[in-house]
Structures are given as structure tokens and as C-alpha cells.
């Protein structure tokens, strides 16, 4: 694991097979239940840089009709959980929300972070599921240093690629290219460490 200003970022190759990026892609872009809305943002401050998206889980936001429990979810996000889990040991994490965005061209988003709070112990997996990725297409997860003056560590969006970072690293989803032929799509877990267990 890479370390960068003391937070932890892990980018692992493969950790999706191929067929399973497939049936992920082809279920988020075609799902009519999945429920997609225009107009999430990743920072409140930045509201005229929306993007697609879709809440699969929420353990947070129980007045909403979103599954509160993985096990509540579709087949193939829990096959995708149970790899995660597996490939996360010794370290134990909670789940708070799952959820998918889509970028087309010009869907910039913005710089943020995913941790409401300033203390260790919130992280992020961000898987990324469109089954074909060129380098030329953009769309790059772009680390920022603490003082968003300078980039700090990038990753390409490949097929079934996934990163682990700490989720109080600045970052940005950079928006796909113009020539880019489909929805850049990323899947994201927000997780909590256990308290009894050791930190990444």
C-alpha cells in the first residue's frame, strides 16, 4: 500500500474478472430499477457540476426506500462485496453506502473528499466497471496533495480495476473524453473500520 501525507491509497489490478465487469456494466447502464438521477454532486459548494447517479445501499439514510443491508442488494453487487471483504483482511469494515456514477463528456464533477469527519478510520473502494478503457479516454481518479495545489498519484479507470483510499484524500473523477463511446461508470463503497480492527 502506498502511503501519500499519511493516508493510505491501494489500487489492485484484476480484482474483477472480466465477465462479472461485463454483467456489473450491463446491469448499471440498462437497470430500470436502478433508479438514476441527473444532478449529484461530489461537493455541495461545486452544484453546477452534476453528474449520473444511483444509490444502491444506504446504512445512513433509513428513511429512504434504498436497501440498509448488503445482503438486501442485487446478486452481482454482492458477489462484488464478498471479493472486497475477502481481499480486505485481516482489516474489517462497515459498509454506509454503496452507490454508482455516471460521467459523460463535460460531467467534470469536483474536487472533494468522502469523509465528513476529519479523523482516521472512513475509507473508499472504487471500482471501476466499463468493460473496455482507453488511456486516451480520460477519465482519470485524480489524488490531490492537502493544500489542492498539485497532483499527488492518478488512476486510470481500467476494467475491474479497483482503488482503496483513505476517504479524507482530496480526489476528483475526471470526466471521460469526447471521444469517449460510453458512460464512464465507477462503483463506489463508502466504508467505516471496525473498532477492533487493525487500521490499513
Not at 473523477?173 to 473498532?195: Q, S, Y
Amino acid at each position: 500500500m502506498l502511503r501519500i501525507e499519511n493516508k493510505v491509497i491501494h489500487v489492485v489490478d484484476g480484482a474483477i474478472d472480466q465477465p462479472l465487469v461485463e454483467e456489473l456494466f450491463e446491469w448499471v447502464v440498462a437497470s430500470q430499477s436502478l433508479g438514476w438521477r441527473y444532478g449529484d454532486v461530489a461537493d455541495a459548494k461545486y452544484s453546477t457540476n452534476p453528474f449520473w447517479g444511483a444509490t444502491i445501499l444506504s446504512e445512513e439514510r433509513h428513511g429512504t426506500d434504498d436497501p440498509h443491508r448488503v445482503e438486501d442488494t442485487p446478486d452481482l453487487v454482492q458477489q462484488v462485496w464478498s471479493r472486497l471483504e475477502t481481499g480486505l483482511k485481516p482489516f474489517r469494515f462497515t459498509i454506509r453506502d454503496i452507490f454508482v456514477n455516471g460521467q459523460t463528456y463535460g460531467l467534470e464533477n469536483a474536487i472533494h473528499t468522502d469523509c465528513p469527519r476529519p479523523e482516521e478510520g472512513w475509507y473508499t473502494v472504487l471500482a471501476y466497471l466499463n468493460p473496455k478503457w482507453h488511456v486516451d479516454w480520460g477519465g482519470e481518479t485524480v489524488f490531490y496533495n492537502k493544500a489542492r495545489t498539485d497532483i499527488v498519484y492518478a488512476v486510470v479507470p481500467r476494467p475491474g480495476r479497483l482503488v482503496f483510499f483513505d476517504a479524507r484524500f482530496d480526489h476528483w473523477g475526471r470526466a471521460p473524453t469526447r471521444n469517449t463511446p460510453d458512460l464512464r461508470v465507477t462503483m463506489a463503497f463508502c466504508l467505516t473500520r471496525a473498532e477492533d480492527s487493525p487500521a490499513p
